[in-house]
């Protein structure tokens, strides 16, 4: 119902945008987020998005420097990534909230829908 995709590798103080499509009744989820995990750690809230993508919430490691937004038509929702850092190497994952919920949670355990995770590798 999720896929993630756009990782891959890139230098420090580049850019890449993540896209998440997601199937007609998933992208109907008032709230859809990123998280990302680096191996041996816990998966990490990175940004979330409302249904009209008039609402949005960042990670405090990330803010200034992602986008997230959603594209209705599209039924996909995108994570603009620009001045990357080696620190921000992980999985990403896109994720929605149950239908019917707006409220934007920042924790993992909210989010019932989940896609496979896209690497992103960020060179020093």
């Known amino acids: 119902q999720l896929q993630a995709s756009g990782g891959g590798l890139v230098q420090a103080g580049g850019s890449l945008r993540l896209s998440c499509a997601a199937s007609?009744?998933?992208?109907?989820?008032?709230?859809m987020g990123w998280f990302r995990q680096v191996p041996g750690q816990e998966r990490l809230f990175v940004a979330a998005i409302s249904l009209s993508g008039g609402s949005t919430k960042y990670a405090r490691s990330v803010e200034g420097r992602f986008t997230i937004s959603r594209d209705m038509a599209k039924s996909t929702m995108y994570l603009q990534m620009n001045s990357v850092a080696p620190e921000d190497t992980a999985v990403y994952y896109c994720?929605?909230?149950?239908?019917?919920?707006?409220?934007?949670?920042?924790?993992?355990?909210?989010?019932?829908?989940w896609g496979r995770g896209t690497l992103v590798t960020v060179s020093s």
């Open positions: 994720a929605a909230r149950p239908s019917g919920v707006t409220v934007i949670h920042t924790v993992s355990r909210s989010y019932k829908y």
């Open positions: 007609e009744g998933t992208f109907s989820s008032d709230v």
